[in-house]
């Protein structure tokens, strides 16, 4: 598996794992909300490579897209030093240390830049992705009341952060 910098040529790959992760009822998206087309998506991932704000890294194994990290950090001298995270992993390769690796992956990154903290999210009923995140080194800072609507009914996340 490779951990590299997400890249314009990945726009077909990268959206046909979006939306399969959209189909896992744990990302932002519903299942078929995302209208994404491969030449917008294109253009979305060359103002994300253009932002400094934003790193976008994907996993590969055998010329397939397992997963993805964003970092979206801080643009104010303020916060700068803090990033939130996004990840999304394949439930065919679950189990397989791809998240746990672009953790890692991440963590190296952060102190290399700077980022004394990392932040996420978590939908309170993904135990597997809660888990992991404690695993990880996070810790709930907080709770985000009624933050989604799932199916019509309200679902609370955990607001989670480590340290580095």
């Given at each position: 598996?490779?951990?590299?910098?997400l890249e314009?040529?990945?726009?077909?790959?990268?959206l046909?794992l979006?939306?399969?992760?959209?189909?896992?009822?744990?990302?932002?998206?519903?299942?078929?909300?995302?209208?994404?087309?491969?030449e917008?998506?294109?253009?979305?991932?060359s103002?994300?490579?253009q932002?400094a704000s934003?790193?976008?890294?994907?996993?590969e194994?055998?010329?397939?897209?397992?997963g993805?990290?964003?970092?979206?950090?801080?643009?104010?001298k303020r916060n700068?030093?803090?990033a939130?995270?996004?990840?999304?992993?394949?439930?065919?390769?679950?189990?397989?240390?791809?998240?746990?690796?672009l953790?890692?992956?991440?963590?190296?990154?952060?102190?290399?830049a700077?980022?004394?903290?990392?932040e996420?999210t978590?939908?309170?009923?993904?135990?597997?992705?809660?888990?992991?995140y404690?695993?990880?080194?996070?810790?709930?800072e907080?709770?985000k009341?009624?933050s989604?609507?799932?199916?019509?009914?309200?679902v609370?996340?955990?607001?989670?952060?480590?340290?580095?």
């Amino acid at each position: 598996m490779e951990i590299r910098n997400l890249e314009e040529e990945d726009a077909k790959n990268f959206l046909e794992l979006n939306k399969k992760l959209d189909d896992s009822g744990f990302m932002l998206y519903d299942p078929g909300e995302r209208q994404t087309t491969v030449e917008s998506q294109k253009k979305i991932i060359s103002k994300i490579n253009q932002d400094a704000s934003i790193n976008f890294w994907v996993a590969e194994g055998d010329g397939t897209l397992t997963g993805f990290m964003a970092a979206l950090r801080g643009k104010q001298k303020r916060n700068r030093h803090s990033a939130y995270l996004v990840l999304g992993v394949d439930e065919d390769y679950r189990g397989n240390g791809i998240a746990s690796s672009l953790f890692n992956y991440v963590f190296e990154w952060a102190e290399n830049a700077g980022v004394k903290r990392l932040e996420l999210t978590v939908i309170k009923d993904n135990a597997p992705a809660f888990n992991l995140y404690k695993k990880m080194g996070f810790v709930i800072e907080g709770e985000k009341v009624h933050s989604l609507m799932i199916e019509g009914k309200p679902v609370d996340e955990y607001y989670m952060y480590k340290l580095i």
